[in-house]
Structures are given as C-alpha cells and as structure tokens.
C-alpha cells in the first residue's frame, strides 16, 4: 500500500496534461510538439510506467515503485489495472523531479513538462493538483474510435496489445474521462487527431503555438519534419 503523501514536491514550472484514448496519437504529437522549445519536456506516462515493469525485480523498491511491492505493481500493469491513486501520484512525481533536476542541471529554471497519458482518474487529478497545483493547460487528444483502435493494433509497442486489451481501456478512459474534462474544462483545448499525421500536427501546431510561447516555451529552432 502506497505511503500517504502529505508534503508537496518541488513544483515543475509548468505542467501541461495530455488526455485521450489508446491509439489516439498522443505520444506521436507530444514528441514533436517537446521538441520545438528548448526548455519543454515529455514524460509519457506510461512508456515510463513500462520501463519500471521491465527493471529487474532486485532493482526495484517500493518507494520506486509508489509504495508497492514488485510483484503486485507487476500483476496490476499486466492486467491492465489503473494503479492505486497515491501510487500512481507517487510516481509521476518522483518521474517530475527527474525532469525538474535534469532541466536544472541543464541551467533551465523553469521547465515546462508534457505529461502524457495522466491523470486516469478524477481522484488522481484532485491529489495531482494538491500536490503540485492544477495544470497550465490540458489538451484532448480525440479520434474516432475506430481508428484509435486500428492505430492501436498497428504500432508495436507490446505483444500483448490486442483488440480486448484496446477495449478494456478505451471504455475504462470514455468511463472516467468525463469528470477530468470537467474539472479542467476553463484550460481545455481539444485537438482532433483522425487526419494524417502531418495534418493532425499542423492542428495541434496551429491551436496551442502561441500558448506555449506565452507560458514561456523557447523555441529550439528544429523544424517538425513530416
């Protein structure tokens, strides 16, 4: 069981969440998206949730892992179970304060982070913006369901991404996204991603450009190359 967290973190500059479904393109257009600003960075939730299920069982601890043993955090992440809200709170901050000292160690004071793929839950966004503050700005990735999920079989991400596992977590994100959407919906920005990739990143580019200049994004001066 995940340790109670009562002290806030050192909070990032800026945080901006990343919702949408499997499939949707969240991490193809956030990638980009970090890359033009030299002072933006992108956690993908759970590319980095992966990578602990991967670390050997003798490198793991339960603070590493938001207060769960090896074996439970591995069960839970096979089963494609939404982790326990301090937990998974528990390790997207420690993840933050990876990024907050790589960007200091790179004299970058003030970081602004992608965060892909969090909150699930409304129970983790309300202990997320306890702990850090409400974000600065929340974008809705958004496809047709169809395609999302063709998207979804098609990458190659893991051997076990198969049709029930894509239902099982679009219709776990349609259930629970209703109320993050509602909390966040003053800073909300939808983007439609059913287009091409190109096109998708044009509309994303052409709606939140100017907002990342104005919470303060440097541009890296790398051109997104299609």
Same mark, same amino acid.
């Given at each position: ?26 991490? #193809? ?5 970090? !890359? ?6 992108? %956690? #993908?939730?759970?590319?980095? &949730? ?6 050997? !069982?003798?490198? #793991? ?6 207060? &769960? ?8 992440? +096979? ?26 160690? $790179?004299? =970058? ?14 129970? $983790?966004?309300? &202990? ?24 979804? %079989? ?7 991404? $198969? ?13 629970? !996204?209703?109320? =993050? ?6 800073? &909300? ?6 287009? %091409? ?12 450009? +100017?907002?990342?200049?104005? %919470?303060?994004?440097?541009? #890296?001066?790398? $051109?997104?190359?299609?």
């Amino acid at each position: 069981m995940a340790t109670p967290m009562s002290q806030p973190s050192t909070k990032p500059s800026k945080l901006i969440y990343i919702l949408g479904g499997p499939g949707v393109g969240k991490g #193809s257009l956030s990638v980009p998206l970090a !890359n033009q600003f030299t002072n933006v960075y992108h %956690l #993908s939730v759970g590319d980095h &949730l992966r990578d602990l299920l991967a670390q050997d !069982n003798s490198q #793991s601890t339960s603070q590493s892992l938001g207060g &769960l043993d090896h074996e439970t955090f591995s069960t839970r992440m +096979q089963q494609r179970e939404l982790l326990p809200t301090e937990t998974i709170v528990s390790i997207v901050d420690a993840a933050l304060k990876s990024i907050y000292d790589t960007a200091s160690a $790179s004299k =970058i004071s003030k970081p602004i982070i992608l965060v892909d793929g969090f909150p699930r839950s409304r129970e $983790s966004a309300v &202990l997320a913006d306890a702990r850090w503050g409400a974000p600065h700005l929340v974008l809705l990735f958004h496809c047709p369901r169809e395609l999302a999920e063709a998207r979804f %079989l098609k990458r190659e991400r893991s051997a076990d991404d $198969s049709a029930e596992v894509f239902r099982k977590r679009y219709d776990e994100f349609e259930r629970l !996204n209703g109320e =993050i959407v509602d909390m966040y919906r003053a800073t &909300l920005i939808r983007v439609d991603t059913e287009t %091409l990739p190109w096109e998708s990143w044009d509309r994303l580019h052409d709606k939140v450009g +100017q907002l990342m200049k104005d %919470l303060g994004g440097v541009k #890296s001066g790398i $051109s997104h190359e299609t």
